[in-house]
Nanobody, 117 residues
């Protein structure tokens, strides 16, 4: 079982920045594929960014160029640096860990990000 704890959400003005963190339990963090997803009110959860165990990243077209995902395996932590925030980035942001065959998915409790115009 993997436990994920997000932090770093909050209220920011449009154009501002936030950095989200997700700390994972367990001894095998380095082999997990990690990701950030978000869910706005009335909408489905959507992918924001992912990073593989090898460090390959992937971004939603809506955040590419503004957000950066990274990981620190020594700290069992994945980060999401969010710059040039827009009101449409307002959502609950969830951390995801994925590994194994068959694949197992684990989710954090979410952290609220609110961008005011």
């Amino acid at each position: 079982q993997v436990q994920l704890v997000e932090s770093g959400g909050g209220l920011v003005q449009a154009g501002g920045s936030l950095r989200l963190s997700c700390a994972a339990s367990g001894s095998y963090f380095s082999v997990y594929a990690m990701g950030w997803y978000r869910q706005a009110p009335g909408k489905q959860r959507e992918l924001v960014a992912t990073i593989t165990s090898g460090g390959t990243t992937n971004y939603s077209v809506f955040v590419k160029g503004r957000f950066t995902i990274s990981r620190d395996n020594a700290k069992n932590t994945v980060y999401l640096q969010m710059n040039s925030l827009k009101p449409e980035d307002t959502a609950v942001y969830y951390c995801n860990a994925r590994y194994g065959v068959p694949v197992s998915d684990y989710w954090g409790q979410g952290t609220q990000v609110t961008v005011s115009s």
